[in-house]
């Protein structure tokens, strides 16, 4: 059962509460869908979790959820101002818009209100921000500088370029990063965290990887678009996907069917399995079909 902090209220409602400090013109849209990335990385938090890989369609808001909000909830809510965080992406620009994203929440008027005297920022900047708990957060790409620093929580966010994902010598090499290079940037082996969240771009990118070469450790929490009875997925802190119907959405109130319509035509079907199905080769094939 899933271990619950009583009485500090849950990320999603931290997201929801924060919400206007970081999107002020843009209204915050409800979802079950994230519900559930909350709720795993939740379980992180309190240790029932220590390697997590979350698939998810794009616009599923996974960087604001995972290396923005996040943090933050953890560092102020949950007391945890001490924990050190190593962000990965395939581009490191995309890594260092998060962390702005995350200094200018812990740095709100709205923030420092609540938390002021947890903990103080000493250095603030887009590569790296340090506070006076001894905690940091480093934001860097695949294979750069983040390689020789170690951090309680990893957090891999889209290690492939959507336009590379074909390509068999960059795909590999960022496969075989994850695979020698990342496991010992933890600080402990036993309780630090890696999080990788993503899209699939193919059936060999590091999500397939975790899924096919035995990293037995890692739940997974697969969100594809629209539902996929045959492929429905459960996980060990209870949560189930709660649709009944094939092809039902997973977010309408965002994405709705014209909307999703729209997506299709415009990727094509091998496209829209991978990044949206999270099933790299689409029903009756790819692109070639059967």
């Not at 370029?161 to 695979?179: A, L, Y």
């Not at 999080?195 to 699939?200: K, L, N």
Request: aromatic share 10%.
């Amino acid at each position: 059962m899933r271990k619950r902090q009583q009485g500090r209220g849950g990320l999603l409602e931290f997201v929801r509460y924060f919400w206007d400090v970081l999107e002020p013109q843009t209204p915050f849209v409800e979802g079950w869908a994230l519900e559930a990335v909350c709720e795993h990385l939740e379980a992180v938090t309190s240790g029932e979790i220590t390697r997590l890989l979350i698939n998810v369609p794009p616009g599923f808001m996974k960087s604001l959820l995972t290396d923005v909000f996040w943090p933050a909830w953890e560092a102020g809510p949950m007391n945890m101002p001490h924990l050190r965080y190593v962000a990965f992406s395939y581009a490191a620009a995309l890594t260092e818009r998060d962390n702005g994203k995350y200094r200018d929440l812990i740095l709100s008027e709205k923030y420092r209100e609540l938390w002021s005297a947890s903990f103080r920022t000493r250095k603030v900047g887009e590569t790296k921000i340090t506070n006076d708990k001894t905690g940091s957060k480093l934001a860097t790409s695949v294979g750069g500088v983040g390689t020789g620093e170690r951090g309680d929580r990893i957090i891999v966010d889209d290690p492939h370029n959507v336009k590379d994902g074909e390509s068999e010598i960059i795909r590999s090499e960022t496969v075989r990063w994850f695979r020698e290079a990342l496991s010992n940037r933890l600080n402990n082996m036993e309780t630090s965290a890696i999080v990788v969240i993503m899209q699939r771009v193919h059936e060999s990118d590091v999500a397939g990887t975790i899924l096919s070469e035995g990293f037995a450790d890692y739940v997974h929490l697969m969100i594809p678009m629209e539902f996929d009875p045959g492929r429905r997925c459960s996980t060990i802190i209870g949560w189930e996907d709660p649709r009944t119907e094939d092809g039902e959405l997973a977010w309408p109130e965002r994405f709705p069917p014209a909307v999703v319509d729209g997506i299709k035509i415009a990727l094509g079907p091998y496209a829209y399995a991978g990044q949206y199905q999270q099933s790299p080769s689409p029903r009756g094939g790819g692109i070639f079909k059967r």
